[in-house]
């Protein structure tokens, strides 16, 4: 698909960062405008809808900006890979894991001014379910703290999932997984999570998987074994530097495709959203996705 670098489609969700998008809009529209020779901005409904624009912009031969959260991001992704387009991505939410792991800076007004300057690169695309997603898919203990921090208003990033996992552990009981990777033999798993990674970061800035690599055709896929409460709160803060993955409690796999299914159910959350319910199967497209990324290294 040919696309004109100098015509933008800004997809925008009014309600990312609890309105922080749409605060920001007049400014990141003004940093666009300076060197683009076209901008059209379009707010989106859900993240289906934010699809559909995706998709009209993409087949006008336009880049598709997604100014809002990692699930728009990530909503956008699929209908613009699908359509063989280009995205850039803006931080606009309130954890904005992709844009960080990706090196962007946290205000997208920069961003937006930078992005003439930036390089087109090819980077795997996951799905669960069908639904594609850019960062982590996890589930388990994990859907549990990311029900809370949906229902919390008061808190923001990284501060508002510190305060749903130390509320979700007080209820906490282990679950007993099943997890077959690139159709080996399945692995049983009695513990917290089950998780995905295609990028580093999730949850506000936890580096989850330190060595995902959004171009390197794998999934990173971590199990979190049964600890006690105790040694889990004292283990959570290693979490913030990836240094979790170096104690017994955690394995790192590497793989193309996972099945997870459990005990309980559980619906698998990405990017934010919950995107299937267990039973679910994960796997990764190889370079599906063309993206906007800093010229450096």
Do not use: K
Not at 4 to 20: E, H, K, M, Q, Y
Not at 92 to 120: H, M, Y
Not at 126 to 140: D, F
Not at 154 to 168: D, I
Request: hydrophobic content about 45%.
């Amino acid at each position: 698909m040919e696309v004109d670098r100098r015509l933008l489609t800004v997809i925008v969700n009014p309600s990312a960062g609890r309105g922080r998008a749409l605060r920001l809009l007049d400014g990141v529209r003004a940093e666009l405008d300076r060197w683009a020779a076209d901008v059209r901005v379009v707010p989106t409904r859900d993240l289906a809808h934010a699809g559909r624009l995706a998709a009209e912009a993409t087949a006008q031969g336009r880049v598709v900006v997604a100014l809002g959260g990692d699930g728009l991001a990530g909503a956008v992704a699929g209908a613009v890979a699908r359509a063989g387009g280009l995205l850039a991505v803006l931080p606009g939410g309130r954890g904005n894991d992709f844009a960080r792991g990706l090196g962007l800076s946290a205000d997208p007004r920069r961003v937006a001014a930078e992005l003439a300057g930036f390089r087109e690169r090819r980077v795997d695309l996951p799905e669960v379910g069908g639904r594609p997603y850019l960062g982590i898919a996890s589930v388990g203990f994990d859907s549990d703290v990311q029900v809370i921090a949906n229902q919390t208003r008061l808190l923001r990033g990284r501060h508002v999932y510190t305060y749903a996992a130390l509320r979700a552990v007080a209820a906490w009981r282990p679950v007993r997984f099943t997890v077959t990777v690139d159709g080996g033999p399945p692995r049983a798993l009695h513990g917290w999570t089950v998780a995905a990674a295609n990028a580093a970061y999730y949850g506000g800035g936890m580096r989850f998987a330190p060595d995902a690599d959004v171009a390197d055709g794998l999934l990173e896929i971590l199990l979190i074994s049964r600890t006690s409460r105790l040694t889990f709160l004292a283990l959570f803060p290693r979490v913030f530097t990836g240094r979790h993955v170096h104690t017994r409690h955690v394995q790192v796999l590497r793989g193309r495709r996972v099945h997870i299914s459990a005990d309980r159910p559980f619906a698998v959350y990405a990017d934010g959203d919950p995107l299937a319910d267990l039973p679910a199967e994960i796997l990764v497209r190889p370079g599906a996705l063309r993206l906007l990324v800093p010229a450096g290294p």
